[in-house]
């Protein structure tokens, strides 16, 4: 039995040395129903409500335990055995006592289920390596050591564990108490060093415990590169020395760390007290953050950067629905459900919040509340579907009842004007929703389960013409033309979704999926481009084509936008062909070489090139965007390749594979079919797609 989570602070017959999390068997129970509960230690039986515990789990056949740590004695006798260590359930006595198997100990070891607590166990194909705690493996480092990563092969019936390290000619073995499993890692996680790590496998260099880098390459044997935004090359180390930690994200609102005096990248004319938003981040983690009033952005490391709540004084919040039942410092006094507006915003991250019910303000972090959409004057409302009464009651309001919002108080009060009702309500917004509108002129797309109209269905873009009333109030309908059709639509405003207008000057082509476009082809066809040249009030497009003979229209939902997305971090480049020499030269780069842009500025590129060492400038409209590989592709070989970048190995034209492996500089670590040992490293400039697998791209 352990202490139900619903369980006041304190225990009805208190506390007596045990804690939510002790677990103890039950001895016996009094004639009033109170429970005598055993728990390791103890001298004697613990009294407890049984309204106040719960049954756990029962351990089964297999199941993975650990010895508790804390243990000092056990009821059978500790023997030879190690707090802490882990075993695996072999029996189940009919008196509920288990038999562990332990892999030092050539018996069962026999115990209570309150003596052990359940670990994760561990599986077949699991990396793992020694635990940082442990000075002394059981059965000895042999030439291992805590940066050594394996896989393991086997595992005993008594839990020891067989392990296969690279590069050592027979298996390891090891007692799953002194092993962890390896954080599974991606080219492109954020990480830093582990605090409890006194010293990365290869030192630190100029790295510190603070820096925070991104995963560029992974070796098989559990070697990384750490690409970090003041070096200009990747920092190695083991898997087992770094730790993810959460990335940051463009948008984010960051300012520099108090403690930090001298930043990575400069000041660049900042202060302590400078505050920017994220705008971009390059390949190896610099943040180039906006800055009002600044003209260039500012680069910032990572490491010395802190988030900001990114609350602002005006700012509509509630609780979040993920903190539950948990006290969430006043929510709980005014409702989970209720609105308040921030009125100022502290450096520790707490927010200072005011509602319309309540005199004062009050205290949170940020972390606890998220941002909800303000009300503004002008917008429709009616009463939120579910509400029993409103806060200051209904005065002559009814559930249905629809109206405008006048006013908006600095604490989120609001006045509305309802339809039919003389005066301005008083309202709190949480009991309130906002009643979609549409405006005169927006464009509007009937929604998927809409129901057909004439020529009309669910996908039509139109273009509002007005609103529906009953006498002098709005029915909740909305009248849209739709071209083709002579007739407005008119239907409930639920009914429509706001979508992005198109505009004259825009290029656009016919969707592939339109077979047969309402107003004809007019000698056109879905690789025709055209230049919308005119728009008509209820959305008809009049296209210009330099082959068009005569004016080409087309309905607004059958057209998509043809843009020319610039070039960002992270996409995958080559030289365009049209290009003799680059204005920075070629150097080592070839039209054919594929590289992936890792930062940008001003219309430049800085292009990384799994060959070089260092990234290589050119002008952004000298590239052209090609298709990445990625993790899984089916490869061969380039047809006509005379000699890889770096050798053939076993391979011929004849190989194929598949990509397992990406680095950050576009290398390619390839399993060629019918081979064993390490992945096979290749230039992706010298990799074509396999033609023969499924869902082939064109090879960039």
Known sequence: ??????????????????????????????????????????????????????????????????????????????????????????????????????????????????????????????????????????????????????????????????????????PWQADPSDMEKVEA??????????????????????????????????????????????????????????????????????????????????????????????????????????VTGRQSLWRVSPGDAERLSGFEVGDWVRSKPSLGTRPSYDWNSIGKESVAIVHSVQETGYLELACCFRKGKWITHYTDVEKVPCFKVGQYVRFRSGLVEPRWGWRGAQPNSRGIITSVHADGEVRVAFFGLSGLWKGDPADLEIEQMFEVGEWVRLIDNASNWKSIGPGSVGVVQGIGYEGDEWNGTTYVGFCGEQERWVGPTSHLQRVERLMVGQKVSVNLSVKHPRFGWSGHNHASVGTISAIDADGKLRIYTPAGSK???????????????????????????????????????????????????????WVAFCFLDRLWLCKALEMERVRPFKVGDKVRIREGLV??????????????????????????????????????????????????????????
């Open 551 to 605: 004016a080409w229209m087309l309905d607004p939902s059958e057209v998509d936008l043809v843009e020319e997305e610039e070039l960002r971090i992270g996409d995958w480049v080559r030289v365009k062909a049209s290009v003799s020499t680059p204005i920075h030269q070629w150097g080592e780069v070839r039209h054919s070489s594929l590289g992936v842009v890792h930062r940008m500025e001003d219309g430049e590129l």
């Open 643 to 700: 000699t890889p970048r770096w050798g053939w190995g076993m391979e011929t034209h004849a190989s194929k594979g598949q990509v397992v492996g990406v680095d950050a500089n576009g290398k390619l670590r390839i399993k060629f079919r019918w081979r064993e040992g390490r992945p096979w490293i290749g230039d992706p400039a010298d990799i074509a797609l396999d033609e023969s697998s499924v869902g082939i791209m064109g090879n960039s």
């Open 185 to 290: 890692f991606k080219v492109g996680d954020w990480v830093r060093v582990k605090a409890s790590v006194p010293s990365p496998k290869y030192g630190w260099e100029d790295i510190t415990r603070n820096s925070i880098g991104i995963i560029h390459s992974l070796e098989e044997d559990g070697d990384m590169g750490v690409a970090f935004c003041f070096r200009s090359k990747p920092f190695s180390c083991s898997v087992t020395d770094v730790e993810k930690v959460p990335p940051f994200e463009v948008g984010q609102e960051i300012h520099m760390m108090p403690s930090v005096t001298q930043p990575r990248l400069g000041w660049s004319n900042e202060t302590a007290a400078t505050v920017g938003k994220i705008a971009r981040i390059d390949m190896d983690g610099a943040l180039n953050v906006r």
């Open 1 to 170: 039995m352990e202490l139900s989570p619903r369980t006041d602070i304190e225990a009805r017959f208190g506390w007596r040395g045990q804690s939510r999390d002790s677990i103890g068997t039950v001895l016996c129970v009094d004639d009033d129903g109170i429970l005598r509960v055993g728990f390791p230690g103890a001298s004697r039986g613990w009294k407890a409500d049984p309204a106040e515990m719960e049954r756990v789990e029962e351990f089964k056949v297999g199941d993975w335990v650990r010895i508790r740590p804390t243990l000092t004695t056990a009821k059978h006798g500790l023997g030879s055995v190690t707090p802490g260590s882990i075993g695996i359930v072999y029996c189940i006595r009919p008196d509920s006592s288990l038999l562990l198997e332990l892999c030092y100990l050539p018996n069962p070891w026999h115990c209570e289920p309150e003596e052990v607590e359940p670990v994760s166990p561990f599986r077949i194909g699991d990396r793992v390596c020694v635990k940082r705690s442990v000075a002394e493996p059981r059965y000895a480092w042999g030439g291992e050591t805590h940066h050594s990563v394996g896989r393991i092969s086997e595992i005993e019936n008594d839990g020891l564990l067989i392990i296969e390290i690279p590069d050592r000619p027979i």
